[in-house]
């Protein structure tokens, strides 16, 4: 099993910056897949960046290519995720996920992930 524990999240400015981590414990954390969600109220959880335990390209939702950076430090079992220039569209609640590797999966569907964090808030003002 995998335990997640988000951190970083705040209120921000609109053009700001915030950090989001996520530190993993268990001893099959390196080999999951690992993933912010967000979820605006009124609006479904949406994947925000995804990435893959074998490396590759990390995926990013359209809307946060070019300013969100996915990105884990293995030695720390901590993935993060770098927030630059907000927008107030950025406000929700942020969700670090986990799946271990293998089989057949969509990274669009939360149901297909086995492990969350609790969320980090995340606000934007403009």
């Known amino acids: 099993q995998v335990q997640l524990v988000e951190s970083g999240g705040g209120s921000v400015q609109a053009g700001g910056s915030l950090r989001l981590s996520c530190a993993a414990s268990?001893?099959?954390?390196?080999?999951?897949?690992m993933a912010w969600f967000r979820q605006a109220p009124g609006k479904q959880r949406e994947v925000v960046a995804v990435?893959?335990?074998?490396?590759?390209?990390?995926y990013y939702v359209d809307s946060v290519k070019g300013r969100f950076t996915i990105s884990q430090d293995k030695s720390k079992n901590t993935v993060y995720l770098q927030m630059n220039s907000l927008k107030p569209e950025d406000t929700a609640m942020y969700y670090c996920?986990?799946?271990?590797?293998?089989?057949?999966?969509?990274?669009?569907?939360?149901?297909?992930?086995?492990?969350w964090g609790q969320g980090t808030q995340v606000t934007v003002s403009s």
């Open positions: 996920a986990a799946r271990a590797a293998g089989g057949s999966w969509s990274i669009f569907n939360s149901d297909h992930y086995t492990n």
């Open positions: 268990g001893d099959t954390y390196s080999t999951h897949h």
């Open positions: 990435i893959y335990t074998a490396g590759g390209n990390p």
